[in-house]
């Protein structure tokens, strides 16, 4: 186990806390960076969903896992960054200025949300963000103008600067930047003052309050700059799905969102990225065992005479195959990850290096939560 | 006004879980659409009578509601009311994923014999409409009556006051919430029921219903169960008045739109009481 010998408060908020972890993180980096050459086309375009679904956590996370606002609404502000960065582009803005003032507007319109939200709390917030997805759906459908409603709206591969990132690989690496930006960004406004006051409001407005955080203006910030977080992931987006319809950016959408940042874990921006992973790659998993089961069961039955297994994966590629059965499996892991590890899969990677590195002292009750009884959030 | 009722019966359910365990189900919606299934269910394939198979799936969903309540729901309290909401969610998905899996996605009609018409002064009253309002009429009276009148109503009343003061008295907290849960999935189950034959039987008839059914519970004031009846009349009201004079469009969007006023204007809606914390 290593213990780090503290000589001065900075090293608390250093971005990186040691040489290993650097050491780690730049192996991390250049395994991203090298994988793609080595993979096969298609994985490497359902990877780059993984760096897309990491920035709508990373603005997730800010929002719910470190100011504790909870938005059920956040597909909205992806869909408002998609749609505005399409409509520039189309309109022959360069491809920098375009994501620049899709930025701004999602920016704009989370200052705008969040300032009502300021008033409530807690449920009525989740409700209020609702609402406000559905009015947008809405608009994204009826104003043909700009979205062109349900006729949709294609959108090329992005050309930066002359370059063109047509192909899956570059867009990859397009993605990857932008990612390895937000969480730079991210990461140093969460150890600043900003970071400590959104931290500060979470677990206790009151508290916050009293020691001189303006809730007023470090939540709508928090609001202003998750949307704004968003509004780039949308101009992604954008560019990977290729086609815009306005039913995309659904409630089952910022569910997903939602199920992303809480499977992750809440309160760490490592858990929003594990989120990401396991959100853009369960549904190509499911695809795979869909096709496979039943097979490797008929074959497992042939080889060792039991016949009833080859039913069993019949009946189970059968299941995997019925639409809908997605957003139930979805529903199942989000019940059983909170109800048995509330701190995702980052906090059970916590567990697992913990009990490495303390090897035969691991204990689990170090984890284990404190009896807990009923808080009442009628009285704020 | 018929569709009012709905969401007015649906949000009574959000109030009745919300009061008691603060906790807020999402999964209100679906509940209903297993109930309308379960009813169908029994009319259809067994060949049951009408009001037995409405019978059947309120008591089949109520008692599903209190298992729940026990199994999963009872592991989630005092953690933050967030993680409540992402239970429910994914429970939600389970349930519409099951009905889905279970009944596929075709469209039932489910048999009723409400289905004449009575003619008064020139305005046609359909029976199935005047069904759900007599249904919604009915069933807050024995709410009503069961809530003020009856011991067990009253513990239930003192449960969603203070816990602790009603353990103390010796109210078996525990089992009033299983009650709780029951039936407020009994009221969901009636609602989705009464609601079959206006909008037919399919798998996501509950998603959208328990949408508007919290704007009514917002508007009449989370915790207050006149409030969700009557915010339940006004949404389907303002939905109505919308898709009737306004452009198209704003008959689905109306009602979230007077949400968000609502919220920003007043957030402890029209019969809520707002409290602040002491330090």
Same mark, same amino acid.
């Given at each position: 186990?290593?213990?780090?010998?503290?000589?001065? +408060?900075?090293?608390?908020?250093?971005?990186?806390?040691?040489?290993?972890?650097?050491?780690?993180?730049?192996?991390?980096?250049?395994?991203?960076?090298?994988?793609?050459?080595?993979?096969?086309?298609?994985?490497?375009?359902?990877?780059?969903?993984?760096?897309? +679904?990491?920035?709508?956590?990373?603005?997730?996370?800010?929002?719910?896992?470190?100011?504790?606002?909870?938005?059920?609404?956040?597909?909205?502000?992806?869909?408002?960054?998609?749609?505005?960065?399409?409509?520039?582009?189309?309109?022959?803005?360069?491809?920098?200025?375009?994501?620049?003032? $899709?930025?701004?507007?999602?920016?704009?319109?989370?200052?705008?949300?969040?300032?009502?939200?300021?008033?409530?709390?807690?449920?009525?917030? $989740?409700? $209020?963000?609702?609402?406000?997805?559905?009015?947008?759906?809405?608009?994204?459908?009826?104003?043909?103008?700009?979205?062109?409603?349900?006729?949709?709206?294609?959108?090329?591969?992005?050309?930066?600067?002359?370059?063109?990132?047509?192909?899956?690989?570059?867009?990859?690496?397009?993605?990857?930047?932008? %990612?390895?930006?937000?969480?730079?960004?991210?990461?140093? %406004?969460?150890?600043?003052?900003?970071?400590?006051?959104?931290?500060?409001?979470?677990?206790?407005?009151?508290?916050?309050?009293?020691?001189?955080?303006?809730?007023?203006? +470090?939540?709508?910030?928090?609001?202003?700059?998750?949307?704004?977080?968003?509004?780039?992931?949308?101009?992604?987006?954008?560019?990977?799905?290729?086609? %815009?319809?306005?039913?995309?950016?659904?409630?089952?959408?910022?569910?997903?969102?939602?199920?992303?940042?809480?499977?992750?874990?809440?309160?760490?921006?490592?858990?929003?990225?594990?989120?990401?992973?396991?959100?853009?790659?369960?549904?190509?998993?499911?695809?795979?065992?869909?096709?496979?089961?039943?097979?490797?069961?008929?074959?497992?039955?042939?080889?060792?005479?039991?016949?009833?297994?080859?039913?069993?994966? $019949?009946?189970?590629?059968?299941?995997?195959?019925?639409?809908?059965?997605?957003?139930?499996?979805?529903?199942?892991?989000?019940?059983?990850?909170?109800?048995?590890?509330?701190?995702?899969? +980052?906090?059970?990677?916590?567990?697992?290096?913990?009990?490495?590195?303390?090897?035969?002292?691991?204990?689990?009750?170090?984890?284990?939560?404190?009896?807990?009884?009923?808080?009442?959030?009628?009285?704020? | 006004?018929?569709?009012?009722?709905?969401?007015?019966?649906?949000?009574?359910?959000?109030?009745?879980?919300?009061?008691?365990?603060?906790?807020?189900?999402?999964?209100?919606?679906?509940?209903?659409?297993?109930?309308?299934?379960?009813?169908?269910?029994?009319?259809?394939?067994?060949?049951?009578?009408?009001?037995?198979?409405?019978?059947?799936?309120?008591?089949?969903?109520?008692?599903?509601?209190?298992?729940?309540?026990?199994?999963?729901?009872?592991?989630?309290?005092?953690?933050?009311?967030?993680?409540?909401?992402?239970?429910?969610?994914?429970?939600?998905?389970?349930?519409?994923?099951?009905?889905?899996?279970?009944?596929?996605?075709?469209?039932?009609?489910?048999?009723?014999?409400?289905?004449?018409?009575?003619?008064?002064?020139?305005?046609?009253?359909?029976?199935?409409?005047?069904?759900?309002?007599?249904?919604?009429?009915?069933?807050?009276?024995?709410?009503?009556?069961?809530?003020?009148?009856?011991?067990?109503?009253?513990?239930?009343?003192?449960?969603?006051?203070?816990?602790?003061?009603?353990?103390?008295?010796?109210?078996?907290?525990?089992?009033?919430?299983?009650?709780?849960?029951?039936?407020?999935?009994?009221?969901?189950?009636?609602?989705?029921?009464?609601?079959?034959?206006?909008?037919?039987?399919?798998?996501?008839?509950?998603?959208?219903?328990?949408?508007?059914?919290?704007?009514?519970?917002?508007?009449?004031?989370?915790?207050?169960?006149?409030?969700?009846?009557?915010?339940?009349?006004?949404?389907?009201?303002?939905?109505?008045?919308?898709?009737?004079?306004?452009?198209?469009?704003?008959?689905?969007?109306?009602?979230?739109?007077?949400?968000?006023?609502?919220?920003?204007?007043?957030?402890?809606?029209?019969?809520?009481?707002?409290?602040?914390?002491?330090?």
């Amino acid at each position: 186990m290593r213990f780090p010998f503290k000589t001065s +408060y900075n090293q608390d908020i250093r971005l990186f806390r040691d040489r290993v972890d650097v050491f780690w993180y730049g192996l991390l980096a250049v395994a991203v960076l090298v994988l793609p050459l080595l993979m096969d086309e298609y994985y490497v375009g359902e990877s780059t969903w993984v760096f897309i +679904y990491g920035i709508c956590g990373v603005s997730l996370m800010v929002l719910v896992g470190y100011t504790g606002l909870v938005s059920l609404g956040h597909a909205a502000f992806l869909g408002i960054g998609a749609y505005a960065h399409a409509f520039f582009i189309m309109h022959g803005a360069p491809w920098v200025v375009a994501v620049g003032l $899709a930025v701004a507007i999602t920016t704009a319109c989370g200052l705008i949300v969040g300032l009502p939200a300021l008033r409530m709390t807690g449920i009525y917030l $989740a409700i $209020a963000t609702l609402a406000f997805s559905v009015i947008i759906q809405e608009v994204f459908s009826r104003w043909e103008s700009v979205t062109h409603g349900f006729a949709g709206m294609k959108v090329d591969r992005p050309v930066i600067f002359g370059v063109a990132f047509a192909d899956d690989r570059s867009f990859y690496y397009l993605c990857l930047f932008f %990612l390895v930006i937000v969480l730079w960004l991210t990461r140093n %406004l969460l150890r600043a003052p900003t970071g400590r006051a959104w931290i500060a409001i979470r677990d206790s407005e009151i508290a916050a309050q009293s020691m001189g955080v303006n809730l007023a203006i +470090y939540k709508s910030m928090a609001f202003a700059y998750s949307a704004g977080v968003m509004g780039l992931a949308g101009a992604l987006f954008a560019h990977k799905i290729a086609f %815009l319809a306005p039913d995309i950016f659904n409630i089952l959408l910022s569910i997903q969102f939602l199920l992303l940042v809480i499977v992750g874990g809440l309160g760490s921006l490592h858990g929003a990225l594990f989120g990401a992973v396991f959100v853009a790659l369960l549904p190509p998993l499911i695809a795979i065992l869909r096709d496979s089961i039943p097979d490797s069961m008929a074959e497992f039955a042939v080889s060792t005479g039991i016949t009833p297994v080859a039913s069993v994966g $019949a009946a189970v590629g059968a299941f995997l195959a019925k639409p809908g059965v997605e957003a139930g499996i979805f529903g199942l892991i989000l019940v059983l990850v909170i109800l048995l590890e509330p701190l995702g899969m +980052y906090g059970r990677w916590l567990k697992i290096k913990l009990f490495f590195s303390t090897f035969p002292m691991y204990k689990a009750s170090t984890f284990k939560r404190q009896k807990s009884y009923m808080r009442s959030e009628r009285l704020r | 006004m018929a569709v009012g009722c709905i969401y007015g019966l649906v949000a009574l359910g959000f109030v009745l879980i919300y009061k008691a365990t603060e906790l807020v189900n999402f999964a209100q919606g679906d509940l209903l659409t297993l109930g309308a299934f379960v009813c169908y269910m029994a009319v259809v394939w067994w060949g049951l009578d009408y009001w037995v198979g409405f019978v059947i799936a309120v008591v089949v969903i109520g008692a599903f509601g209190a298992l729940l309540d026990r199994v999963v729901l009872r592991q989630v309290i005092g953690q933050p009311q967030f993680a409540v909401v992402m239970l429910t969610i994914g429970l939600g998905a389970m349930f519409r994923t099951f009905a889905s899996v279970t009944w596929g996605s075709e469209i039932y009609t489910l048999p009723t014999p409400f289905g004449g018409v009575w003619t008064i002064g020139g305005v046609t009253l359909s029976h199935q409409y005047l069904s759900i309002i007599a249904g919604t009429l009915v069933l807050c009276g024995v709410l009503y009556a069961f809530f003020n009148h009856t011991r067990l109503g009253v513990a239930m009343q003192a449960t969603s006051q203070n816990q602790l003061a009603a353990y103390y008295m010796g109210i078996p907290v525990k089992l009033i919430f299983s009650l709780i849960w029951a039936i407020s999935a009994g009221v969901a189950a009636a609602a989705g029921i009464l609601l079959a034959p206006v909008t037919l039987i399919d798998t996501n008839m509950g998603l959208a219903v328990a949408l508007k059914a919290f704007a009514a519970a917002v508007l009449g004031g989370f915790g207050s169960i006149p409030g969700a009846l009557f915010g339940g009349i006004i949404i389907g009201l303002i939905e109505l008045y919308a898709g009737a004079t306004l452009p198209e469009g704003f008959k689905d969007t109306a009602p979230y739109i007077v949400l968000l006023l609502m919220l920003i204007v007043r957030p402890q809606g029209l019969f809520g009481t707002l409290t602040r914390k002491k330090v």
